[in-house]
């Protein structure tokens, strides 16, 4: 990629940015053209490739950059401070919120990139997927606090169930053709106070 990409300002780098989502997410990765990506943006085809020399190097870029600012914000929102691991979990859902009302179209494309099957990224995006998501999801754990739950809780078990549910939430969203944030963020909370329910010690 080219550094000039980043010597841009902050709104043309973002315009860029949030074509390729708009773009990505709205076509598997094989039908989705660089000339659309650069006419959302507002720049030339040539230009776009001045910053990316191809498709698969912005894709890449997208999705890492995807991970990167999801890692920035729950920062920034305290998530990976918090031992209790709802509360964790709540903070985290409003963090996302406000990422994706900068970005709305990340939501969508970051769930059409984990199920992208083309031969060119798949393979690149689950290695960054399991990567980002075993390295924070451990540094978390280590702090939890497990008086929380309730007694004889088979821990381990219980974060498979809910990344199992999770997964198969955004994978049926995928399936409706549209990420309804709103929606997402509704069904979560809501999620989110079931698992409260039956995994918290009660008082």
Known sequence: MNEKFFSLPRE???AVINAGYRVFSQNAYKNSPMSEIAAEAGISKSLL??????KQELYLF???QCAQMTIDV????GCYERRELFESMERGLRAKADLIRCYPDMAAFTIRAFYEKDQEVCAAVQESYHRYFNLKADEVRVDLDPAQFIPGLDIPTMYQEMYWASEGYLWEMVQRGGVDMARMEEDFTRLIAFWKSIYLRKE
Request: glycine share 0%; aromatic share 32%; no cysteine.
């Open 12 to 14: 043309k780098q973002q």
């Open 62 to 64: 997208l999705w890492d």
């Open 74 to 77: 729950l920062t920034r929102y």
């Open 49 to 54: 490739f001045h910053y990316f020399r191809n």
